[in-house]
């Protein structure tokens, strides 16, 4: 298949740390090692051939026994001035799901990030803030892997004590009765 | 004797705000840190509606997931559907024939000025605009019948399919929207004339909720926010797909990049949306809305019940699915609020192994606490509304 130019380029200067590169359905697709993830994608930004100025999206998938690393973090960048898109995938193992955060390029990876850690439970390293965004604290594993079953039902969760709620203790009430039953500090 | 001078707090004070407040038209909290009514910082928390969508989607065959598509961003189904579809036939590799394209494109543009109309209409009516506010959803009704009158739904409207649509136009289609377009151009005209020169509108509006297009930029941005502030980028002119490339419009773009930018570039791309329309009217050709491709098209009730063939199609499709080739692809469209992208891997059976939506809305909110770091509480109000935060899209 004849590759074009931009993507020998990149074949040329990143080296080792790509994998592979494919273009099914004329998308252009490169699979980049997690190793320095951060130092490829300034590249891929930077470069003023290249210039993928724009983060467009961040999603994750899980290959649960289908393929070997399991999850794949999968990026789409564009660049605006050459009217391009590039879709960069990086597979991570399931012993060790993390990934470089993406946070000091682009600040909109923040909540990208945030709903893979989340659903998929892959973690970012050095992301300013990662907690969970679509769904609550309590919420035990991550459903969107594909091990996770579909008819799980969850724990219910206690009612949340506020630390400095201002509680009558004359009167019989639920956070009163919550207040003796986890003795917590109100 | 010298009066004592009170003694006011000077520590920040922490509000939450939500996750049901009247004055915010979705369920969404934000965490205030506030020095009196200056916001200093804002921690969104959304989720309030998450219902799972792309878990749902697996366990869907790959037509299953188009109403899955409407509850998404319910103000812009159409466009939802649309961009579902394409992104599917993708990776597939079929091309639909024109007529239906034109169909697409029309649909697409109604259901834009239909999303611009209810974000532009609320806005203005939270701010004491009321009869703004009535006269954008008297717009909005007009362009709501003609899409009930095509699908027959209002909200979910289900209406494209892999391969085509559910069905073609029906005869006195172009003549409804014509009907329309006058009356809303006419609404438009009178919404101009209350709000362009009205004081508290400018007022609350203009250098409120301010984002810079660096800013803008290295948030992910796109669709209204990102072109108030300058920047010329639309999936519809950088990628464009369908016949957008036969379509003569123009796309606004503002130059300080606060609400009343972004209030202005949604009624202008309305306009420009209309211009479309028009256009794809008057050009609209006549032929099939379907593919001619037995895997993924259902065949003619007549066939289904006349004779065995038709029949087995009809049932392989409806209970397996149509197959799609394994791979992934990457398929954006120019939806309500920015680029609205559907990545799907397929592993060659009948339902999806994984569909992913690039919610514009949910990526707005993540830069939500810089445009309002800074302004007033009650400025929360408006540059919430021209966000325009669906919660089926950014939630899911």
């Known amino acids: 298949m004849s590759e074009s130019p931009h993507l020998s380029y990149i074949q ?13 359905q004329g998308d252009d697709v490169l699979i980049l090692d997690r190793a320095n993830l951060r130092e490829s994608f300034l590249f891929l930004k930077e470069d003023t051939q290249l210039d993928y100025d724009f983060l467009s999206d961040i999603t994750a998938v899980d290959y649960w026994r289908k393929k070997e690393p399991r999850f794949e ?90 630390d400095g709620t201002f509680v009558d203790e004359r009167s019989q009430n639920k956070l009163l009765r919550l207040k003796k039953a986890l003795g917590s500090k109100i | ?65 188009i109403p899955y598509t409407d509850r998404l961003n319910y103000a812009s189904s159409l466009i939802n559907n649309v961009g579902y579809a394409l992104a599917v036939e993708k990776l597939i590799g079929a091309e639909t024939p024109p007529r239906c394209q034109y169909i697409r494109v029309i649909i697409s543009e109604l259901a834009r000025i239909y999303d611009h109309l209810t974000c532009c209409g609320m ?77 508290i509108f400018l007022d609350r509006m203009s250098n409120v909720g301010v984002i810079s297009q660096e800013t803008a930029l290295s948030y992910c941005l796109t669709g209204p926010i990102l072109r108030a502030t300058g920047v010329n980028y639309d999936v519809r002119k950088a990628f464009p797909y369908l016949v957008y490339d ?45 593919i001619e491709d037995p895997r993924f098209v259902l065949p003619e009730k007549e066939k289904v019940y006349g004779s065995i063939e038709g029949l ?54 993540g830069a939500f606490h810089e445009m309002i770091r800074g302004y007033m509480i009650a400025d929360i109000v408006p540059t919430f509304g021209m966000v325009n935060m669906i919660g089926g899209e950014c939630d899911r």
């Open chain 1, 12 to 24: 040329e200067r990143l080296g080792s740390k790509l994998l592979e590169v494919m273009q099914p």
């Open chain 1, 73 to 162: 973090v999968v990026y789409q960048v564009v660049s605006r001035s050459r009217c391009q898109r590039l879709r960069v995938r990086v597979p991570v193992p399931e012993n060790d799901p993390s990934v470089e955060s993406l946070t000091p390029l682009w600040r909109g990876a923040n909540f990208l990030e945030r709903e893979i850690w989340d659903l998929f439970g892959i973690r970012f390293i050095d992301h300013p803030d990662l907690r969970r965004i679509l769904l609550y604290d309590e919420f035990e594993g991550f459903p969107l892997r594909k091990d996770y079953p579909v008819n799980q039902v969850q724990p219910l969760v206690p009612e949340r004590v506020v």
């Open chain 2, 1 to 65: 004797m010298k009066a004592e001078e009170p003694e006011l707090p000077l520590d920040t004070m922490e509000l939450q705000m939500g996750p049901s407040h009247p004055a915010t038209h979705g369920t969404i909290k934000f965490n205030l840190k506030l020095e009196g009514e200056k916001v200093l910082n804002c921690d969104v928390e959304v989720g309030y509606l998450h219902r799972g969508f792309d878990k749902s989607c697996e366990q869907a065959t790959w037509t299953q997931v």
């Open chain 2, 123 to 199: 806005a203005s009516s939270e701010l004491g605009a009321i009869t703004v506010g009535f006269y954008m959803i008297e717009a909005r009704e007009l362009i709501i019948r003609i899409i009930e009158s095509l699908t027959g739904a209002r909200l979910t409207v289900t209406y494209v399919r892999v391969g085509g649509l559910k069905h073609d136009l029906q005869h006195d289609f172009a003549e409804r929207v014509t009907q329309s377009f006058k009356t809303i151009r006419r609404l438009l005209d009178d919404c101009d004339r209350l709000l362009s020169r009205n004081r």
């Open chain 2, 246 to 290: 036969q379509m003569d419009f123009e796309v606004p773009v503002g130059t300080k990049g606060d609400n009343y930018d972004r209030f202005v570039c949604r009624i202008a791309e309305l306009q420009q949306s209309m211009r479309i329309v028009e256009q794809a009217l008057g050009k609209l050709p006549v032929g099939p809305v379907w």
């Open chain 2, 312 to 365: 087995m199609h009809h049932f392989k499709i409806i209970m397996e699915g149509i197959k799609v080739a394994p791979g992934e692809t990457y398929f954006a469209v120019e939806g309500g609020n920015g680029e609205l992208g559907f990545y799907i891997v397929s592993d060659g059976g009948g339902r999806p192994y994984r569909v992913r939506v690039r919610p514009p809305c949910f990526i707005a909110m």
